[in-house]
Nanobody
């Protein structure tokens, strides 16, 4: 199983970025996909997830600013990030969770700075 993220970068406060994650090697589509983020020296923090049945959950810190989406036919997850703040700066990780295993991508850096 492989997860590959893309779309990170440097953006000014108030700007937008879109992250994408492509999953390969999972034989079915009814699994959880989502995003976490991590700042050096801190624990990994939940951002958003979409369950196998389509239910979506966001962290309070990103509600109203971030939108998670999913293309089941292409096994991809997207994270649209708007109104970015300096505190959103982190390495963002895509993950996929089946009943038996969790899988993680390598992470993509998002830096929000003027």
């Amino acid at each position: 199983v492989q997860l590959v993220e893309s779309g990170g970068g440097l953006v000014r406060p108030g700007g937008s970025l879109r992250l994408s994650c492509v999953v390969s090697g999972l034989p079915f589509s009814r699994y959880v996909m989502g995003w976490w983020r991590q700042v050096p020296g801190k624990e990994r923090e939940f951002v958003a997830r979409e369950g196998g049945g389509g239910e979506i959950v966001y962290a309070d810190s990103v509600k109203g600013r971030f939108t998670i989406s999913r293309d089941r036919a292409k096994n991809t997850s997207g994270l649209q990030m708007n109104s970015l703040k300096p505190e959103d700066t982190a390495v963002y990780y895509c993950y996929a969770a089946t009943p038996n295993n969790d899988y993680w991508g390598q992470g993509t850096q998002v830096t929000v700075s003027s």
